[in-house]
């Protein structure tokens, strides 16, 4: 076979420094088009992205060519430097960390339910449940002092 081809699809969720409310539905509005052109430039496709006041959840569809902390960390890097230059007075940043869960291509519709339901979904789970869930469900190993809002 003289090329080769993949489906590599992730789902990221991160969140704002200190678990903050930083993200106002004005600057989500514009943050996830924001982001599509990040992703665009790197090579990848945001298939989905939403999010709410304290953290966001990204479909992303990446190459294999690119690690996905090289991906999460230029959407991160990019993003915060937007966010600083139009949105804010005082200096925005992400947690220092990513949670990351592959996505198989037929799970891609559920997870784009998932992530466009966010705001209902968490009118009933905390951002904290809702990560210590996930990594659950993944079979994650984690330390839960890293999920509180300063770790």
Same mark, same amino acid.
């Given at each position: 076979? !003289?090329?080769?081809?993949?489906?590599?699809?992730?789902? &990221? +969720?991160?969140?704002? $420094?200190?678990?903050? /409310?930083?993200?106002?539905?004005?600057?989500?509005?514009?943050?996830?088009?924001?982001?599509?052109?990040?992703?665009?430039?790197?090579?990848?496709?945001?298939?989905?992205?939403?999010g709410v006041s304290d953290h966001v959840h990204?479909?992303? !569809?990446?190459?294999?060519?690119?690690?996905?902390?090289? &991906? +999460?960390?230029?959407? $991160?890097?990019?993003? /915060?430097?937007?966010?600083?230059?139009?949105?804010?007075?005082?200096?925005?940043?992400?947690?220092?960390?990513?949670?990351?869960?592959?996505?198989?291509?037929?799970?891609?519709?559920?997870?784009?339910?998932?992530?466009?339901?966010?705001?209902?979904?968490?009118?009933?789970?905390?951002?904290?449940?809702?990560?210590?869930?996930?990594?659950?469900?993944?079979?994650?190993?984690?330390?839960?002092?890293?999920?509180?809002?300063?770790?």
């Open positions: 076979m !003289g090329s080769s081809y993949a489906s590599v699809q992730y789902h &990221v +969720v991160f969140g704002c $420094k200190g678990r903050t /409310s930083a993200l106002t539905p004005e600057i989500r509005t514009q943050l996830f088009p924001y982001i599509s052109g990040i992703a665009k430039n790197l090579g990848c496709v945001l298939l989905d992205g939403n990204l479909l992303v !569809g990446a190459p294999p060519r690119l690690s996905i902390s090289e &991906v +999460v960390g230029k959407l $991160k890097a990019n993003a /915060s430097r937007w966010i600083n230059d139009a949105w804010r007075k005082d200096k925005f940043d992400w947690q220092d960390g990513y949670s990351v869960f592959t996505v198989g291509f037929r799970e891609v519709p559920a997870v784009r339910a998932y992530i466009d339901g966010q705001e209902e979904h968490h009118r009933k789970e905390s951002f904290h449940d809702e990560i210590a869930r996930l990594l659950n469900e993944h079979g994650v190993d984690y330390d839960p002092r890293y999920l509180k809002p300063n770790g």
